[in-house]
């Protein structure tokens, strides 16, 4: 158990629709990252927060967006959802705002776009 | 833009087989990290290598980093069937603060 927690597991949605990806960091951690993993891109940076404040973008459509609350938990919002939207969502969490140190990662969510 | 390429992509062996894992960049790291993930999971940190030269041992795995820290390899030594996993290799830069992921090596190992 890595510490980092993802909820949900699974999400099932319909193309146009709009979803929640949460993520709870190991206790102490105060940056949080999202990444996008599919069978074709790999494993895609999407965003990092620290403490609150976004420190570093990669890949992210803009349809995409990320918040990072006061209790350091962070939410991946994905809208006007499209087929190719569907892959494993993974959050990180690590000690620093270094974005090369050690992450550790939870379970993902598995988004379906049907 | 910084990348990282991992060959082979897929390996299919015997149980008791070593087998070499490649991790290369035109880009120089400040660090390379090896994570291995297996089904439903996410990726879990094996390594992390720092020096250029260096040599890791972590009981039947050994990692290198490469002496220009541009590239990097993974030698597993008597493979089980638990070593079974997709391998990424990871290097950070200390340039931009990101940590970019290779591809990956899906290693799979026959009882």
């Known amino acids: 158990d890595s510490g980092v927690t993802q909820t949900p597991k699974h999400l099932i949605t319909a193309t146009g629709q709009r979803v929640t990806l949460r993520c709870s960091p190991r206790?102490?951690?105060?940056?949080v990252y999202w990444y996008q993993q599919s069978l074709d891109q790999g494993l895609q940076f999407l965003i990092q927060?620290?403490?609150?404040?976004?420190?570093a973008k990669g890949n992210i459509l803009e349809r995409f967006s990320a918040q990072q609350f006061p209790d350091l938990h962070s939410e991946l919002n994905l809208s006007s959802l499209e087929l190719g939207d569907s892959a494993l969502y993974f959050c990180?969490?690590?000690?620093?705002?270094?974005?090369?140190?050690?992450?550790?990662f939870g379970s993902g969510t598995q988004l379906s776009v049907l | 833009t910084q990348l990282l390429e991992q060959s082979p992509q897929f390996l299919s062996i015997q149980e008791g087989e070593n087998l070499t894992v490649y991790c290369n960049s035109s880009?120089?790291?400040?660090?390379l990290q090896w994570y291995r993930q297996e089904p439903g999971e996410g990726p879990v940190l094996l390594v992390t290598?720092?020096?250029?030269?260096e040599v890791k041992k972590l009981k039947r795995l050994t990692f290198q980093f490469g002496d220009a820290r541009k590239d990097s390899s993974l030698h597993i030594t008597a493979a089980q069937p638990g070593d079974t996993g997709l391998y990424l290799c990871?290097?950070?830069?200390?340039?931009?603060?990101?940590?970019?992921f290779g591809q990956g090596t899906t290693l799979q190992v026959k009882p």
């Open positions: 290598v720092v020096t250029g030269g």
């Open positions: 206790s102490g951690d105060l940056s």
């Open positions: 990180a969490s690590s000690v620093g705002g270094q974005g090369a140190e050690k992450l550790f």
């Open positions: 880009s120089v790291f400040s660090s």
């Open positions: 990871a290097g950070g830069s200390s340039n931009t603060g990101k940590l970019i």
């Open positions: 927060y620290y403490n609150g404040e976004e420190r």
